[in-house]
């Protein structure tokens, strides 16, 4: 549930779109995955109201941790919708989102940069220095957030694997 929030929380802002093959959101997903969204949709619903809004949104980051969410970011979020954000679009936009997910097999490739030995695995400590001075750097607090979604095993190691997997099919393998 925790990489729920994440995911809608802090996923990258992609430019609006149509889902493609049918008006029907909820046959884009299972039903079981239905029922998580709405577990998430209910928690972020903080003063029940069935519209999740910038209150709901800055009660859902203060409870994660996130206690100085500007009100401009929040804007930003909210703006990302159509209209007022019920379930159905809340869905809609999850889907949205879930579209824009490179394949699993772009984000293992990235991964794999960092493990020329192709083990899976990649030293925590070694793929947060990576994350934090590289490119588009990472904040402390994100890194802290992808580890306590992903924490590294009792060996220090990243699992790049299973990570990508959640990213795109939203499940840990069993």
């Known amino acids: ?7 809608v929380l802090q996923a990258p802002k992609k430019a609006k779109k149509k889902i493609e093959g049918g008006s029907n959101v909820f046959s884009m997903f299972e039903q079981t995955q239905i029922q998580e969204f709405k577990e998430a949709f209910t928690i972020m619903d903080q003063n029940r ?3 999740i809004d910038k209150a709901d949104l800055r009660d859902t980051f203060a409870a994660l941790g996130r206690l100085n969410v500007k009100n401009e970011e929040l804007e930003d979020m909210v703006k990302e919708a159509p209209g007022p954000i019920n379930f159905t679009v809340f869905l809609t936009m999850f889907g949205e ?5 490179d394949p699993e097999e772009t984000i ?3 991964f794999k940069i960092f493990d020329p030995e192709g083990k899976g695995r990649i030293k925590a400590d070694y793929i947060k220095e990576m994350l934090m001075t590289q490119a588009d750097r990472f904040s402390q607090e994100e890194i802290n957030q992808m580890f306590a979604a992903f924490p590294p095993d009792v060996s220090g ?3 790049y694997k299973n990570l990508c997997y959640v990213i795109t099919h939203g499940e840990e393998k069993d």
């Open 108 to 110: 293992l490739n990235a």
């Open 1 to 7: 549930m925790y990489l729920i929030f994440l995911f």
């Open 49 to 51: 109201d069935g519209f």
């Open 97 to 101: 989102k879930l579209k824009g997910t």
């Open 157 to 159: 190691n990243l699992d």
